[in-house]
Nanobody
Framework: QVQLIESGGGTVQAGDSLRLSCVASGRTFSNYVMGWFRQAPGKEREFVAIIGRSGDIYYSDSVKGRFTISRDNAKSTLYLQMNNLKPDDTAVYLC??????????????????WGQGTQVTVSS
């Protein structure tokens, strides 16, 4: 099982930017489809973005145009560049890994691995 550790969260003002990282270990990172999710207090976990093994990308409508997902297979690291942050982006952000695109995108509860999460707080 791949292990995932997120970092890069923090407290920022609306309009600011943050870059989250998710470092993977224990398995061959390039074999995995990777995704970012977020969970705000009292709300269900929400899909944010996905990147496939060959770089195919999909975003949720709520972040499209503001967030950019990317991966560096040589560093076994997943990134989420978040620009023009809004108070509604406040949440714990988690990365997930699975061998199947379908699982990340449509059945994330079945993902092989999850990170512990990193808190992002955006004040108005």
């Amino acid at each position: 099982q791949v292990q995932l550790i997120e970092s890069g969260g923090g407290t920022v003002q609306a309009g600011d930017s943050l870059r989250l990282s998710c470092v993977a270990s224990g398995r061959t990172f390039s074999n995995y489809v990777m995704g970012w999710f977020r969970q705000a207090p009292g709300k269900e976990r929400e899909f944010v973005a996905i990147i496939g093994r060959s770089g195919d990308i999909y975003y949720s409508d709520s972040v499209k145009g503001r967030f950019t997902i990317s991966r560096d297979n040589a560093k076994s690291t997943l990134y989420l560049q978040m620009n023009n942050l809004k108070p509604d982006d406040t949440a714990v952000y988690l990365c997930a890994a699975d061998l199947k695109y379908y699982t990340i995108r449509y059945a994330p509860a079945g993902c092989e691995s999850w990170g512990q999460g990193t808190q992002v707080t955006v004040s108005s």
